[in-house]
């Protein structure tokens, strides 16, 4: 497949420069010890915040070194934890850097799951409290009880994400992002009945008192110059699953279609205004992701039209790692102004995929979005929850290695 890339002079830098810390290239991304220097080819093309120059992606998470694990499960002291994640945060960027990734994370290390970062900085939430959930898949260990339960009204009382963010400023090797979870996914996870309908009537009260936490962080992040927000958003999932779409409709007491509706007018209202603003804006899709184990199955054809018209970021991270994510062909609905990063590696499984059936499967897609807006990535993280999923540090870093050497052989 040929490089479909090419090269422009890029306007000035408006992002503050990524601090080296080691000489040379940088893993080819040009500059010296303090980030500066002429850049590379490569950093040309995200300084020009092109949304497809992220041709190497990855979804967030990665698996907890089992040290830091301990600390958490013995109740260590706020201090040593810190101690412990940024040692391990910097072990895992330059473990990227080394590999060529072209857009970094912390890994999500300081966090319980992909979501603990609003639920520990809002009050109202039941930690002693958890929603059944039943899984399915081959893992070998059980699924992790995700907890939080609403029981009061919410009050923000922090910012959800400023501290990585600072750690990241400080030290990743080049781009860096932040992800969030939808204000979609608590209605769903932390609406108890009988509980929580003591403070907010419905779920969709809930939802519309989660909206404007979510906003105000991703405005946040715009106005500092964060040069990638991804919203992380499985409960669109209920809607492309026979099973869950029957879940919103005798359990939430709404009709699947306009439960899908309310749910992109959610997350639009908090994107709404900020694409263009120098962050690139992305939202991800999968159908769970807990030990190894998932909920849901379907392709996206149920809502491939409207949510990719409707949603108004500039990229879609979908999950595409096995028949459970159905067929390349709602890929049609995909507008000319977003990217599709195709989640073709399973982060579920320690079988290292084959680049040939990478190539084969971008090849397909294509079919229905031009190469160049493709990019590619793991299907979700290697650690939604924090005990993550069943496969070995050199497995992930294999995988993403995979990520990193197919992307250069289509892409270059």
Not at 88 to 103: F, P, Y
Not at 161 to 177: I, N, Q, W, Y
Request: charged share 30%.
């Amino acid at each position: 497949m040929p490089t479909v890339l090419g090269q422009s002079a890029p306007p000035a830098w408006p992002y503050p420069r990524w601090r080296q810390r080691s000489g040379g290239d940088g893993g080819g991304r040009g500059g010296d010890a303090q980030g500066g220097g002429v850049p590379s080819g490569q950093d040309r093309e995200w300084r020009c915040g092109m949304t497809t120059a992220y041709r190497a992606d990855q979804v967030g998470s990665f698996l907890r070194p089992q040290e830091l694990l301990e600390a958490r499960y013995r109740g260590a002291p706020q201090e040593e934890l810190r101690s412990l994640e940024d040692r391990h945060i910097l072990r895992l960027l330059d473990r990227q850097r080394e590999l060529g990734v072209d857009v970094f994370t912390d890994g999500e290390l300081r966090r319980r799951n992909f979501m603990s970062d609003l639920m520990d900085s809002v009050e109202g939430f039941d930690f002693g409290e958890a929603l059944p959930r039943s899984w399915k898949g081959e893992g070998k260990a059980p699924p992790a009880s995700v907890t939080g339960v609403v029981v009061s009204r919410l009050r923000q009382v922090r910012r959800l994400t400023e501290h990585e963010v600072s750690f990241l400023r400080a030290h990743s090797p080049g781009p860096f992002k932040i992800t969030l979870p939808s204000a979609n996914q608590f209605p769903a996870i932390a609406f108890k009945k009988g509980v929580t309908d003591r403070v907010y009537r419905d779920h969709s009260e809930l939802l519309w008192d989660i909206v404007p936490i979510v906003r105000r962080e991703i405005e946040a992040l715009v106005a500092e110059g964060v040069p990638y927000v991804q919203i992380d958003a499985p409960r669109y999932s209920y809607y492309i699953d026979p099973r869950w779409r029957q879940y919103v409709r005798e359990e939430m007491g709404v009709e699947p279609e306009a439960a899908l509706d309310e749910a992109i007018r959610a997350d639009n209202a908090c994107l709404e205004g900020l694409r263009g603003r120098g962050t690139v804006l992305a939202i991800h899709l999968c159908r769970g992701n807990n030990r190894s184990q998932w909920y849901a199955e379907g392709g996206y054809d149920p809502i491939a039209e409207k949510l990719f018209n409707q949603l108004q970021v500039d990229r879609f991270l979908l999950e595409y790692d096995d028949e459970r994510s159905g067929t390349f062909e709602p890929l049609r609905f995909v507008p000319p102004d977003k990217t599709v990063v195709l989640g073709l590696v399973s982060t579920k499984r320690p079988e290292v995929e084959s680049q040939e059936t990478l190539l084969r499967r971008i090849e397909e897609a294509s079919r229905y979005v031009p190469l160049d807006r493709l990019a590619l990535s793991p299907q979700c993280g290697f650690a939604s929850v924090m005990e993550g999923n069943l496969l070995s540090e050199d497995d992930q870093w294999a995988k993403l290695r995979l990520v990193v050497e197919t992307a250069r052989r289509v892409w270059g």
